[in-house]
């Protein structure tokens, strides 16, 4: 059984840092898809970032580019979201997800922003940014 647990989530003043972290059982993701949503009270779900595989194509919302990193350590199964100079518009429940299979290039580019491409998902954890 798959499970993603996020953590790292917290409150902090604007232009602070957090780093979310989502580890992943049941499966290796080491060839597979994963990225990071957000969902704030009232909106829908919104892409922040994505990776295509480990070492592959990287994505970005135009919103956290430049602020945020997306990384992953495969020997831990575990994706990591280094946010820097957060703004209180960031704040918002943060979601880790992963694809079952990695898709072609191509289809990468069509779909890495859409959650309903995503498989599996974790419980969220909630970040906050005070002004």
């Known amino acids: 059984q798959v499970q993603l647990v996020e953590s790292g989530g917290g409150l902090v003043q604007a232009g602070g840092s957090l780093r979310l972290s989502c580890a992943a059982s049941g499966r290796p993701f080491s060839n597979s898809p994963m990225g990071w949503f957000r969902q704030a009270p009232g909106k829908e779900r919104e892409f922040v970032a994505a990776m295509r595989y480990s070492g592959g194509t990287i994505v970005y919302a135009e919103s956290v580019k430049g602020r945020f990193t997306i990384s992953r350590d495969n020997a831990k199964n575990t994706w990591y979201l280094q946010m820097d100079r957060l703004e209180p518009e960031d704040t918002a429940i943060y979601l880790c997800?992963?694809?079952?299979?990695?898709?072609?290039?191509?289809?990468?580019?069509?779909?890495?922003?859409?959650?309903?491409?995503?498989?599996?998902w974790g419980q969220g954890t909630q970040v906050t940014v005070s002004s």
């Open positions: 997800a992963a694809r079952s299979v990695r898709p072609i290039l191509s289809a990468w580019s069509d779909t890495y922003y859409d959650a309903r491409t995503y498989d599996y």
